[in-house]
């Protein structure tokens, strides 16, 4: 009972401190583009969770925390065929929901979130129920997004090693469509880019994480110990490196299928922490620690990344800055009875979602802090400034 307590507590924490981060954050000129883009599925749910709720950043956010909700839902029940323990899976629940790729995915709005769960929604399907559901998750999952593409590549490799013929013969179907709807690129010549992906995989996962993930999906190829979570995990990570030779990828595609290895990391460290005698546990409690640190300074530099200005020389720098400034410097113009400005093209369409439109009459230009003035507008977080511009009005009569 209280290690179901201690889990429902974890969830709903972590829930609840992703929508006080919706009030911290902008939406950002990639998140514009998606909303205002092409169709999508993911644009879809936005428009009608934005109809629904009210022009916010916190009906923007929202789907994006209900697909992290539930994947973190069907990664708990997925891990109890790897771990038997209770606790073991709350552990790795906890993992899961401070890795810093997962938490990106809970906030931004962008396939990562949707792909992390389809790909738990399909191992769960595919391991609670026949194969028969499996078709109809796969096929659901090849509408909804191109970000399933190597999904249906790691299972022709599935395919291929249980011998399965229709499985593999319908994973190809899935695949070729894929690409014909969404396309895949691979274009670029031989320019190094190993050293770059490996550096934003340690980044996403921590280092220690990413390093002991990988090395749990080659000893267990080497032990046969592979699985459909094997395969969906360790075919676009080798596909990613190959990739990395020639061109610089985008590792979002692929971020996504490495965090699914995670149950097999889970059981794979427990299983040799405890075939061990207690004084030769110590490397592994090493391992376990070092991935806690990196895991909780991560999430508290994320959760108080505004107190980071007060550090950082130059605002510029700041890795969240591309998610800052827009809903304050629209609230800023609003106060100032300004309803649409020029812009640069990034900043542009990020004033459109807080209710500012482009147009020729006023011209915003962003300026060096340190030459800003009363009439600048100027926006500041724990009293320093980060973004200054000044505002022309253009006279037309």
């Known amino acids: 009972m209280i290690p179901r307590l201690i889990l429902l507590s974890i969830i709903g924490i972590d829930v609840l401190i992703l929508l006080f981060q919706t009030s911290t954050i902008s939406i950002s ?37 209900t697909f992290h909700f539930l994947s973190v839902v069907l990664l708990y029940n997925i891990s109890k065929k790897y771990l038997l323990d209770i606790r073991n899976r709350i552990w790795l629940t906890l993992i899961f929901i401070l890795t810093p790729g997962v938490i990106s995915s809970a906030l931004l709005v962008d396939n990562a979130g949707l792909v992390i769960f389809g790909l738990l929604l399909f191992v769960y399907i595919y391991d609670k129920f026949s194969i028969k559901y499996s078709y109809y998750t796969l096929l659901l999952l090849s509408i909804l997004d191109g970000g399933f593409v190597y999904l249906f590549l790691s299972l022709m490799f599935y395919s291929i090693y249980n011998k399965n013929r229709d499985f593999l013969f319908f994973n190809l179907l899935l695949f070729l469509l894929s690409i014909a709807i969404y396309g895949v690129d691979i274009s670029g010549s ?25 090395y ?31 061109q610089n990828i985008d590792i979002e595609e692929f971020a996504p299928y490495l965090i699914i290895a995670l149950p097999l990391a889970a059981q794979s460290f427990y299983a040799s922490y ?3 005698l207690k004084m030769f546990r110590g490397n592994y409690k090493m391992i376990f620690t070092l991935s806690a640190i990196f895991l909780l300074v991560n ?33 800023e113009l609003k106060k100032r009875n300004i309803k649409c400005i020029k812009a640069d093209s990034n900043m542009a369409i990020r004033l459109r979602f807080y209710g500012i439109d482009s147009c ?37 009569e």
């Open 29 to 65: 000129s990639h998140e514009a583009d998606l909303l205002y883009g092409g169709f999508s599925f993911l644009r879809a749910i936005e428009i009608i969770s934005l109809s629904t709720l009210g022009q916010s950043d916190l009906a923007l956010r929202l789907p994006m925390i």
């Open 190 to 214: 031989p320019k190094g880019h190993l050293l770059d992906t490996i550096g934003l995989y340690s980044a996403i996962f921590t280092p220690v994480i990413f390093i002991y993930i990988f």
């Open 216 to 246: 749990v999906l080659y000893r267990r190829l080497l032990s046969k110990e592979i699985d459909v979570m094997w395969f969906v995990s360790a075919i676009p990570l080798i596909l990613s490196i190959l990739l990395s030779f020639r």
């Open 299 to 331: 999430f508290f530099v994320v959760l108080f990344n505004r107190e980071l200005y007060l550090v950082i020389d130059n605002p510029k720098k700041h890795f969240a800055k591309k998610m800052h400034i827009a809903k304050e410097l629209s609230q």
């Open 360 to 396: 020729n009459q006023n011209i915003l230009k962003e300026e060096k802090i340190s030459e800003s003035n009363t009439k600048s507008v100027t926006i500041s977080y724990k009293y320093r400034p980060i973004y200054s511009a000044t505002v022309t009005n253009i006279n037309n």
């Open 274 to 276: 405890r075939v061990r």
